[in-house]
Nanobody, 122 residues
Framework: QVQLVESGGGLVQAGDSLRLSCAAS????????MGWFRQAPGKEREFVAR????????YYADSVKGRFTISRDNAKNTGYLQMNSLKPEDTAVYYC???????????????WGQGTQVTVSS
């Protein structure tokens, strides 16, 4: 089992940037797909981005495409989500998760972090 811990969230203004990190421990992280999801207040959790383990092919939700960049450092067992040009509608708790196959379906992800809050003020 992989344990995941997110960090890097915070309160920023619209247009600012944040980089979230997802540190993995336990079983090897390098041969899994890493995904980022988010849940805004009163809304269901939604897919944000995912990246395969090697060569690290990314895939993004349309709502973040061009603004967010997902990456991973398998040697450090850490994944990242660089978020630029943040908007108030990006406000949510952000979760990283791991899966055995590349998918946007959150039910397929079997390991989840505890989440980190991102708040974007207008």
């Amino acid at each position: 089992q992989v344990q995941l811990v997110e960090s890097g969230g915070g309160l920023v203004q619209a247009g600012d940037s944040l980089r979230l990190s997802c540190a993995a421990s336990g079983r090897t992280f390098s041969n899994t797909v890493m995904g980022w999801f988010r849940q805004a207040p009163g809304k269901e959790r939604e897919f944000v981005a995912r990246i395969t383990w090697s060569p690290g092919t990314p895939y993004y939700a349309d709502s973040v495409k061009g603004r967010f960049t997902i990456s991973r450092d398998n040697a450090k067992n850490t994944g990242y989500l660089q978020m630029n040009s943040l908007k108030p509608e990006d406000t949510a708790v952000y979760y990283c998760a791991s899966a055995g196959v590349p998918t946007i379906i959150q039910q397929v992800y079997h390991n989840w972090g505890q989440g980190t809050q991102v708040t974007v003020s207008s």
